[in-house]
DNA sequence: GGTTGACCTGGAGCACACTCCAGGTGGAAG
DNA sequence: CTTCCACCTGGAGTGTGCTCCAGGTCAACC
């Protein structure tokens, strides 16, 4: 297998049909192939920048720069060092990210334990 | 001191006084007193009531469901067990997601690393 | 040959959480 | 006395990221 309809491409991705699309329209995925009838078929390589436009989404990134790195990716060979830079910068996001949560959630687990305390 | 300006609640909580006024409008603050001019003035407890909304919206709950939680805060200790059972709830979709960023995050470490060895 | 179901398009609509605006007030500083 | 600044109100507007809809196509199954 290597070949998907959008309906497997939308279950193995995780994103919906209709985000699919939408992200097709706005040139987060380019050069989607289509049968002979015009329905789009996937391929494997398809599958995996989903799969890293899936992680990008679930880390926060937001639209435009998932924009901007697709724009990179598409450029070649040059682009490397600035989508380095770009993911590297994520990366430190992520990071402060979860140190966010983490601590935010020592103070949930706090007022867990004091109202577990009243009960 | 235990009286804060809007302006300054506004520094100490994180939260913008358009968001400070949204907040009360919507019900997640309530009884915030005003001085003889008909501005906010507000305590310490609101201050740590703030301290609480600003760490459950960083951690990602819905409006709605703060709202949810400041109805059962003000309704007294018949409330407490089920303050208890959201905020339970709540602490583990926090774990989930920052057991996703952190599955992602590698994902990204794992790309970065890839790219390192082009350059 | 009809019906079904997955898919197509362009474009409108929606949920969320603010954010901004116009027009006004009240106390304080110069 | 005027100027300024922080604040007030009600309500409109914004950005983000989808999500839904109407109307249509096509291949497959009964």
């Given at each position: 297998m290597s070949l998907y309809s959008p309906g497997e491409t939308a279950q193995k991705s995780g994103f919906s049909i209709d985000t699919l699309r939408y992200y097709e329209k706005i040139g987060l995925?380019?050069?989607?192939?289509?049968?002979?009838?015009?329905?789009r078929v996937f391929s494997d390589d398809d599958l995996a920048w989903l799969g890293m436009l899936r992680c990008l989404r679930d880390t926060g990134m937001p639209?435009?720069?998932?924009?901007?790195?697709?724009?990179?990716?598409?450029?070649?060979d040059e682009t490397i060092v600035e989508r380095l830079a770009l993911l590297r910068a994520h990366d430190?996001?992520?990071?402060?990210q979860i140190g966010l949560l983490r601590s935010q959630q020592a103070h949930i687990q706090w007022k867990i334990g004091y109202y577990g305390?009243?009960?």
């Open positions: 995925l380019s050069d989607i192939a289509r049968n002979s009838s015009g329905r639209i435009a720069e998932m924009l901007r790195y697709s724009e990179l990716a598409r450029g070649g430190q996001r992520v990071e402060a305390d009243q009960v």
